[in-house]
């Protein structure tokens, strides 16, 4: 049988069945559903199980130092002795300490600089390997090489190199050219100690760059090739902008390291000529276990904290103007 509804269409009974609700006998409740994202009973447990390991690292290696070494830049502390409470003498002192300045600035020079010169070579080897060009994966081998041999052996190695009767000098005597004391010279012993770091480092910056370009769809370059785009123009309007985020993260790691940097002009250098080449983190070191100031080298490392934290939080405010994280 069928029966006609009011807008005049024909259902069964079978469907007119199941769409009438449901009936259910006088005093029994409707079941109460299940509520969405109910937390079960010990779930927090198994969270701070999985937690606690990283939890446990951050608190030991990272907090505890952290305090502790606010703590002791209140004192006058010896490696030796007992430690003197002097309140805030040691920031003081810094701030009328004339090396203290002159060290901040060789470290920012060598941060800005360092940071341009390794993302520049950085990108002009990562695009050299995304040119299709036979071996590519061995060339990149070849440049990460230097990034994960000892920092300290390579060092050694380009002190030889660039000694006054070194490989570099016998090189430019052998064309008539008298070369200078590279690492003996203020004019030239930064920028010594900034070319032998870029070297060190730059083969990171290549993988990471590679991995962003590698990540450009064909299409895109295609299509761009067929309107007729030059290559700068592809650079500038389409690769840049994709591959943002990746010069983002190597610029924002490589400034961090450059602002902590202290093998290199140590083994180079040590610091010289005059305070040509002194570093933050050399003079911090010298202050804490060469002088015996670890309240002062304390307060130093505050300083160094405060100065990357203010450059990294810069660098993620300005991220917002040009990196695209749209695909």
């Known amino acids: 049988m069928a029966s006609p509804l009011i807008t005049g269409a024909v259902v069964s009974e079978e469907t007119a069945a199941s769409a009438a609700p449901a009936t259910r006998p006088f005093g029994v409740p409707h079941p109460?559903?299940?509520a969405a994202g109910k937390k079960k009973k010990g779930d927090g447990l198994v969270a701070l199980a999985y937690l606690w390991p990283g939890?446990?690292?951050f608190t030991f290696f990272i907090l505890v130092p952290l305090l502790g070494s606010l703590v002791i830049s209140l004192f006058e502390w010896p490696l030796f002795g007992t430690p003197t409470f002097i309140g805030l003498a040691n920031f003081q002192k810094l701030f009328a300490d004339p090396t203290f300045y002159t060290v901040l600035g060789n470290t920012v020079v060598f941060a800005f600089v360092y940071t341009a010169l390794n993302l520049a070579l950085a990108l002009a080897v990562s695009l050299w390997l995304n040119t299709r060009i036979k071996f590519a994966g061995f060339w990149r081998v070849i440049?990460?090489?230097?990034?994960?041999t000892p920092m300290v052996a390579n060092a050694l190695v380009w002190r030889l190199l660039l000694s006054d009767n070194g490989i570099v000098n016998s090189a430019l005597a052998s064309i008539g050219i008298d070369g200078p004391s590279w690492l003996s010279d203020s004019s030239f012993a930064l920028f010594s100690v900034i070319a032998m770091s870029v070297w060190q480092s730059f083969g990171y910056n290549v993988i990471v760059l590679s991995a962003g370009l590698g990540g450009i769809p064909k299409e895109i370059l295609e299509a761009s090739r067929m309107d007729g785009t030059s290559a700068w123009q592809r650079l500038r309007s389409i690769i840049l902008p994709m591959i943002s985020p990746s010069?983002?993260?190597?610029m924002t790691m490589t400034m961090i390291g450059a602002f902590q940097v202290f093998v290199q002009p140590q083994i180079l250098t040590q610091g010289g000529p005059?305070?040509?080449t002194n570093t933050f983190v050399l003079y911090m070191y010298r202050n804490g276990f060469v002088f015996d100031r670890l309240g002062y080298a304390s307060a130093l490392a505050w300083i160094l904290f405060i100065v990357v934290m203010l450059i990294t939080a810069l660098q993620f405010a300005g991220q917002k103007k040009w990196v695209n994280y749209d695909k």
């Open 32 to 34: 109460t559903p299940p």
């Open 247 to 250: 010069l983002f993260f190597t």
């Open 143 to 148: 440049f990460f090489l230097p990034a994960i």
């Open 55 to 57: 939890l446990a690292g």
């Open 274 to 276: 005059g305070e040509s």
